[in-house]
């Protein structure tokens, strides 16, 4: 290719083929002149057939300029600094395999990074759901949405963007060496986290100028299997988001470690008797149990890995119940 | 010698309420007072009833036409000899100590101007307890939305409002207090003792049903005169939006709850550029209406909720606090 492109899309995948092809789509389809964007596959030590399915892709959707990247070691912060080394753009999207982008995503994205001065680090937007299973009654919109409101802002501390909805300028990732390559997903093991000490270090290190611009009109839509849509999911991320909590923000002392064991001991037993409470106002109990157990859950996370135990937990495998493009909350809702 | 109170009372066809509105002030526990009531040219026996009462401490001023609350309140204001004027309304109860409670307020607080208290409102089946804000400031943030004292529980210090030339406009049929204590925050200390002293009558003949929707129009003009304060000039639309939320009667759709939020981040942006009214009570103000359209919306607060920026400022006590930092914990994390 002659030109360079201007941003670089990085989708970092594990066996997830049968996904991948409508992620691929949706990029295909975007606004931005294709001339102006590039999407590097990174193939993450997957055994089905994803490398066919790339290939397959770049035979249909020839002008569209996709690469394909070999990085065998297992684990998201591997694939992602392998992404975006090898991404020739100035600036650098990550998309998860399991998702798909709004049509407009990159064409917005430039035009943030182009437009608004002070110039932002990183720019991101909203994760809404794309149901590729019935979505069932109990289950809310608002356990898959990841929103930091309907306005345009920059982030303040505590906030950050979701892994599958970001796009940095190329060179803080170089200047900050990317992703940590010890939290976060790991093959089948669910996790999380990478992005967010990356953040934590952006912003420490920039101060003021460490501008994550957030724009709710970036919109990725994820998808949300009948696996996902169980209570039992739910609370296992909620659980393992309690271990990484921990991890991210370890106590320096033995005495630190004691006295956060015992808040911690209190949090459960004041969350779960508030949650026992609350009950009664839920019709029903799955979800009782996501919005009121979920928060005992990331507690009892916390306080076990304060105590050394890591309990890992496998991610569910999407189901092959999808159908073919499923069907997506535009404008999400509480019930 | 002149009484240390004056409480005056403006009376248009009080009817059956009247005997026992009056009684409650004669039978107060503090005695040095004058009783200054006004008949607005009532129609009823109220003249009668009025005549019918017998105690030196009464002072009676009759009209044959019918002037308006705000007028008969200066013209009371005016006559009185006290050095604190305590209001009264012709269907209300004061509990026997509520004089002697303020009195003692007023003289522990030197500096305010004018103290309100809680009042429990009874009638027609309903029971509840009013609660309005204390400090200053919290009263200052409240102004935005409603009026934070209750009418006719105030006593206010008469030369510290002579002096600041704070009066009721007559111009107002109704929400002339509410008026009044937009001005005269800017000129004096105002508070609120977090005690019942006043029980409100709930009944069909009050002016605040008979003319719900007046009293809605003038707060409404109130409400925009506070609005421009933050340098804001809202449209049709912003007006009827911040009517809903002022007055606790909005629809319960997601499409309200987006333009809420947006209109809250909006009066706090406003609000750090012309700092109108005092933080960080004006953020908790605030918080507070975001926090109710959420749970008008939802069983609990969960994510919807704790990812707005609006939450960050408030203190919900511990259990709330707690599962506030795992929701954000979680959000943090990108989930």
Redesign the interface.
């Given at each position: 290719m002659s030109t360079r492109p201007t941003i670089s899309v990085v989708v970092c995948t594990h066996n997830r083929a049968a996904l991948l092809r409508q992620a691929l789509d949706s990029l295909a389809g975007q606004t931005l002149d294709r001339t102006r964007y590039e999407v590097v596959v990174v193939n993450n030590g997957s055994t089905d057939e994803t490398p066919t399915v790339v290939r397959a892709f770049q035979v249909t959707e020839h002008q569209c300029s996709l690469r394909l990247v070999d990085e065998p070691t297992l684990g998201l912060g591997h694939a992602r600094n392998t992404g975006w080394k090898a991404a020739r753009g100035e600036y650098v999207a990550f998309m998860d395999d399991d998702a798909k982008a709004d049509s407009t995503w990159l064409e917005h994205a430039l035009q943030l990074f182009e437009k608004s001065r002070p110039a932002p680090v990183a720019v991101g937007g909203q994760i809404r759901p794309w149901y590729v299973s019935p979505k069932p009654a109990w289950y809310k919109d608002?356990?898959e949405?990841?929103?930091?409101?309907?306005?345009a802002?920059p982030l303040?501390a505590?906030?950050?963007?979701?892994?599958?909805n970001m796009i940095f300028a190329k060179q803080v990732l170089q200047e900050f060496g990317g992703f940590d390559v010890n939290v976060g997903m790991r093959g089948k093991r669910i996790s999380?986290?990478e992005?967010?000490v990356l953040f934590n270090r952006i912003s420490e290190s920039l101060r003021d100028r460490a501008i994550l611009l957030y724009d709710p009109e970036l919109i990725v839509y994820h998808a949300v299997s009948r696996r996902n849509m169980t209570a039992r999911y739910h609370l296992s991320?909620?659980f393992v988001?309690?271990q990484?909590?921990c991890r991210l923000d370890a106590p320096a002392s033995f005495r630190e470690r004691l006295s956060r064991l015992r808040a911690g001991v209190t949090?459960i037993r004041?969350?779960m008797?508030?949650a026992l409470e609350?009950r009664k106002?839920?019709p029903n109990h799955r979800?009782w149990m996501v919005?009121?157990l979920?928060?005992v859950a990331?507690?009892t996370g916390r306080l076990l890995a304060g105590m050394g135990l890591h309990l890992s937990v496998r991610r569910p495998e999407l189901t092959a119940d999808l159908h073919p493009s499923g069907s997506t909350a535009g404008?999400?809702?509480?019930r | 010698m002149t009484p240390v109170v004056s409480v005056v009372m403006s009376v248009y066809n009080g009817g059956p309420f009247l005997t026992e509105a009056i009684g409650s002030i004669l039978s107060q526990s503090y005695a040095d007072f004058e009783f200054i009531i006004i008949d607005d040219g009532s129609t009823d026996d109220s003249a009668n009833i009025i005549a019918s009462q017998r105690d030196r401490r009464l002072r009676v001023i009759r009209h044959a036409e019918n002037a308006g609350l705000a007028a008969r309140l200066n013209e009371g204001v005016a006559v009185a000899s006290g050095r604190y004027v305590a209001r009264m309304d012709a269907d209300d109860i004061s509990l026997p100590d509520r004089l002697a409670r303020q009195v003692g307020f007023m003289q522990a607080h030197p500096h305010v101007g004018a103290c309100g208290t809680w009042v429990e409102v009874a009638g027609e089946g309903v029971r509840q307890r009013w609660e309005y804000p204390l400090s200053h400031d919290a009263i200052h943030a409240r102004l935005l939305f409603d009026c934070a004292m209750a009418h006719p529980t105030v006593m206010f210090d008469r030369a510290r409002l002579h002096k600041a030339r704070l009066s009721y406009d007559s111009s107002y049929p109704c929400a002339q207090d509410y008026d009044l204590w937009c001005r005269a925050v800017q000129e004096l200390s105002l508070a609120n003792i977090p005690e019942v002293l006043l029980v409100r009558r709930l009944h069909a003949c009050q002016i605040g049903r008979r003319d719900a929707n007046a009293q809605q129009r003038w707060a409404g003009t109130v409400r925009r005169r506070q609005l421009e304060r933050l340098g804001i000039r809202p449209t049709d639309e912003q007006s009827a939006l911040h009517e809903a939320i002022s007055t606790w009667s909005w629809p319960r759709t997601e499409s309200f709850v987006q333009a809420s939020e947006a209109w809250l981040c909006l009066l706090r942006q406003a609000n750090r550029t012309h700092a109108a009214y005092p933080e960080p009570e004006f953020s908790t103000v605030v918080g507070e209406r975001w926090k109710a359209i959420c749970q008008s919306m939802h069983q609990s607060l969960g994510r919807r909720f704790w990812s707005s920026p609006l939450s960050s400022v408030l203190d919900l006590g511990w259990t709330e606090n707690l599962r506030g930092r795992a929701w954000r914990g979680l959000a943090l994390l990108g989930l």
């Open positions: 608002e356990y949405v990841r929103s930091w409101g309907c306005q802002r303040s505590g906030e950050s963007f979701s892994g599958s999380m986290g992005e967010t991320r909620w988001a309690g990484v909590a949090a004041s969350l008797g508030a609350q106002l839920f979800s919005e009121q979920g928060p990331l507690e404008q999400w809702s509480f | -």
